[in-house]
């Protein structure tokens, strides 16, 4: 839900940079999805890495899901006015900033499911189609679901829900499975 809500949020906040919605829809999806999925790919390397570092103390994901609800609040104050002092450029080197800007988030982002499913898999394996398929639903209805809050809340309060939400999860592991 949490993902969907800054990636949705993110393509809006970048029509107003690139100029049209099909660039920003094409950067925007592109980036957050090869991202998020280059870092999901080395998720357990990192978790092993992590937890052997001076975080033995706290889950991996709630230090990766720290810095994801950190990074979206700093960018929701941020972005207006890099964007601002940044319309002047050409199309090809706006859209090489919007990947930049795009790429620490969604490295993040790539990071909890995959740190996710490790740690269930581990403690209860018979619930790793039960996380897919609650993964795959939420999927569905965050779409919907961040555009009619949108409507409401505007998209920083979108991004401001996913921040929550993001934090309530990485709240949540901390309980043992």
Same mark, same amino acid.
């Given at each position: 839900?949490?993902?969907?809500?800054?990636?949705?949020?993110?393509?809006?906040?970048?029509?107003?940079?690139?100029?049209?919605?099909?660039?920003?829809?094409?950067?925007?999806?592109?980036?957050?999805?090869?991202?998020?999925?280059?870092?999901?790919?080395?998720?357990?390397?990192?978790?092993?890495?992590?937890?052997?570092?001076?975080?033995?103390?706290?889950?991996? @994901? +709630?230090? &990766?899901?720290? =810095? !994801?609800?950190? #990074?979206?609040?700093?960018?929701?104050? $941020?972005?207006? %006015?890099?964007?601002?002092?940044?319309?002047?450029?050409?199309?090809?080197?706006?859209?090489?900033?919007?990947?930049?800007?795009?790429?620490?988030?969604?490295?993040?982002?790539?990071?909890?499911?995959?740190?996710?499913?490790?740690?269930?898999?581990?403690?209860?394996?018979?619930?790793?189609?039960?996380?897919?398929?609650?993964?795959?639903?939420?999927?569905? @209805? +965050?779409? &919907?679901?961040? =555009? !009619?809050?949108? #409507?409401?809340?505007?998209?920083?309060? $979108?991004?401001? %829900?996913?921040?929550?939400?993001?934090?309530?999860?990485?709240?949540?592991?901390?309980?043992?499975?």
């Amino acid at each position: 839900l949490a993902f969907l809500f800054i990636e949705i949020a993110f393509i809006q906040r970048f029509i107003l940079f690139l100029g049209h919605p099909i660039y920003a829809m094409a950067l925007a999806l592109t980036g957050f999805l090869a991202f998020a999925g280059l870092v999901s790919a080395v998720a357990p390397i990192y978790a092993r890495r992590l937890l052997a570092g001076r975080f033995k103390s706290l889950e991996p @994901i +709630s230090i &990766v899901v720290f =810095a !994801i609800a950190t #990074i979206a609040l700093i960018y929701i104050v $941020v972005l207006p %006015s890099v964007f601002h002092a940044l319309t002047m450029l050409s199309d090809p080197a706006k859209a090489v900033i919007a990947l930049v800007l795009i790429a620490p988030l969604a490295f993040l982002m790539g990071l909890p499911f995959p740190l996710g499913l490790i740690r269930v898999s581990e403690s209860l394996p018979e619930l790793v189609p039960w996380a897919w398929g609650v993964n795959s639903c939420f999927s569905v @209805i +965050s779409a &919907v679901l961040a =555009a !009619i809050l949108a #409507i409401h809340i505007g998209f920083s309060g $979108v991004v401001s %829900s996913a921040a929550v939400f993001y934090l309530l999860a990485g709240g949540l592991l901390h309980k043992p499975l």
